[in-house]
């Protein structure tokens, strides 16, 4: 059991070792789409990743259009506050590539456009506040596929 965790464009270090370190404890391979906002030996990322950092299992892609090119037949799920389905509501499956955008703006309008059908929204609410950091989303939607496959719920 275990999902492809997907940073598209991924900003803030910290996130992106957080995340490292929940792949790993999920069983899940973490995908990273480039460019990023820092370097991967970035203290930071090693600090929030612990020393788990060098037994994640860790793709990374030169763009959006090699990540796509590369995982084209894969079964996918896009995550977005503009969505109008929710997270409780996919279809989950071992192996599901859940598809997060940057910090700062999410997913490229042109994604959301493209997936629309597969885009999900983990609930807010609160008028006071846009979105979720995106380790606690990553989280959030990764332990519900988990939930759902080990008891088919």
Request: cysteine-free; aromatic content about 12%.
């Amino acid at each position: 059991m275990g999902y492809n965790i997907v940073l598209i464009e991924p900003e803030i270090p910290m996130n992106t070792g957080n995340i490292g370190r929940l792949s790993l404890a999920s069983g899940s391979t973490l995908h990273l789409v480039k460019p990023f906002g820092f370097e991967l030996d970035d203290k930071r990322v090693k600090r929030a990743g612990l020393d788990y950092w060098k037994h994640i299992s860790l793709k990374i892609y030169e763009n959006v259009d090699e990540f796509f090119e590369r995982n084209k037949d894969q079964k996918m799920a896009f995550f977005s506050s503009h969505a109008e389905k929710e997270y409780m509501n996919i279809d989950y499956t071992d192996n599901m590539f859940l598809i997060f955008g940057k910090e700062s703006v999410g997913l490229s309008s042109e994604i959301i456009e493209k997936h629309k059908e597969r885009l999900y929204k983990i609930p807010i609410f609160s008028e006071h506040i846009r979105s979720l950091n995106l380790a606690n989303a990553v989280s959030v939607v990764v332990y519900e596929g988990i939930r759902n496959l080990k008891y088919k719920i």
